[in-house]
């Protein structure tokens, strides 16, 4: 019972790399989100997706972009990182729109 | 916009107390989530509640839709107890987006 696995667990960037955070579910789960959350701060969502093919912009979309190709995998892809994006960034999925939502463990991304 | 603000920010209570953790938004919701972070970063759903009260073993949740007001209860609380816990609240049409509070930091010392 895997849940949802976010890859990597941790990673450091340097300002203007580029790179993808994974997210797989095996609930067969609709719903998929990525948020990140900063000190001090309530979690706050970056983009989500209500179904395969689909996705939209959250509260904090620039700088990201994501793609779910597959129902089961959703990616989060930072084109040119900057220091801001120093954060810790959760994936989440549900059945529906108003259904718990079930988190990953978490991804801790460093920019220097 | 909606907001959510939770209170206390932060919480220390000795082994075997009740605690109380309040939870209050602005504007009208489908659902209120309870989460609870573990110190390790790992996020757990306790409650999802629309109306009334839950219960989950040592756990209790209330709702008053009329007063915009949750309340995450812990009874004869334990040091693994010791955690975030996190209110978040959604509406309809949001698409499951949801609305965070900062959340509580609770310390249960032995």
């Known amino acids: 019972n895997a849940g949802v696995t976010q890859t990597p667990k941790f990673r450091v960037l340097k300002t203007g790399q580029s790179m993808t955070l994974l997210c797989a579910q095996d609930?067969?789960?609709?719903?998929m989100y990525w948020y990140r959350q900063d000190p001090g701060m309530g979690l706050r969502l970056i983009h989500y997706s209500v179904g395969e093919g689909t996705t939209a912009k959250g509260e904090v979309p620039d700088g990201y972009n994501v793609s779910r190709l597959k129902k089961q995998n959703f990616l989060l892809g930072l084109e040119s990182a900057a220091p801001s994006q120093t954060s810790v960034y959760f994936c989440?999925?549900?059945?529906?729109?108003?259904?718990?939502?079930?988190f990953g463990d978490g991804t801790r991304l460093s920019i220097l | 916009k909606n907001e959510v603000e939770q209170s206390p920010q932060n919480l220390t209570a000795q082994e075997g107390e009740f605690i109380t953790i309040n939870c209050s938004y602005s504007?009208?919701?489908?659902?209120l989530h309870w989460l609870q972070q573990h110190p390790g970063g790992g996020i757990v759903s306790l409650f999802m509640l629309s109306s009334g009260k839950k219960k989950h073993g040592r756990l209790i949740a209330t709702i008053n839709i009329q007063e915009k007001h949750s309340s995450l209860h812990i009874t004869a609380s334990h040091p693994r107890d010791s955690a975030v816990y996190i209110c978040a609240v959604g509406f309809g049409g949001s698409q499951g987006n949801l609305i965070f509070g900062k959340g509580t930091k609770l310390s249960v010392k032995p």
């Open positions: 989440a999925s549900s059945w529906g729109e108003v259904q718990p939502q079930h």
């Open positions: 609930m067969n789960h609709e719903y």
């Open positions: 504007v009208g919701i489908s659902a």
